[in-house]
């Protein structure tokens, strides 16, 4: 396969960047708590995952377990998220969201929702499912 060097890897760094500034800008926080963009993706996750561990947090956010730890402490503090014992590891704890987590979840999906609508401009469902299988599977060469 021919390709310039670092063409694939320039546009998807050029693309997060482009991304995370739509969603800056897009995200309005509510008037008790404003959220990161890593506390936001972390939400996310939970709320996808609900009894998520910390160390699977961790590892799908790529970042490193006392990182991890620390997010968690600042969204349980605001009270977000809560940690409960795994009933079948007593060293592991399981993340939940609480009620409280609700307009923030709302609010960020509002922003992503533009995000994603931005990113997909002038494209139709198809060519979007495409870009996504595509991309997915790029995702999951690195990850293997």
């Known amino acids: 396969m021919k390709t310039s060097s670092n063409t ?9 960047r482009m991304m995370r500034r739509v969603f800056q800008e897009t995200y309005r926080p509510t008037a008790d708590c404003s959220l990161t963009l890593s506390q936001a993706r972390a939400l996310l996750h939970i709320a996808r995952n609900e009894g998520l561990k910390q160390i699977e947090l961790a590892d799908r956010l790529e970042i490193k377990p006392i990182t991890a730890a620390r997010l968690i402490d600042v969204l349980c503090d605001a009270g977000l998220v809560e940690r409960r ?12 969201l609480t009620e409280a ?19 997909f401009k002038g494209f139709d469902e198809a060519e979007s499912e495409t870009v996504i299988r595509l991309l997915s599977q790029i995702h999951k060469n690195f990850s293997a």
């Not at 694939?8 to 997060?16: F, H, K, Y």
């Not at 014992?85 to 939940?96: E, G, T």
Request: avoid cysteine; charged fraction near 20%; aromatic fraction near 8%.
């Open 8 to 16: 694939l890897g320039a546009l998807l760094s050029d693309i997060t």
């Open 85 to 96: 014992p795994d009933a079948k590891d007593r060293r592991a704890f399981q993340l939940f």
């Open 101 to 119: 987590a609700a307009p923030h979840l709302a609010e960020i999906e509002r922003a992503v929702t533009i995000v994603y609508t931005q990113a």
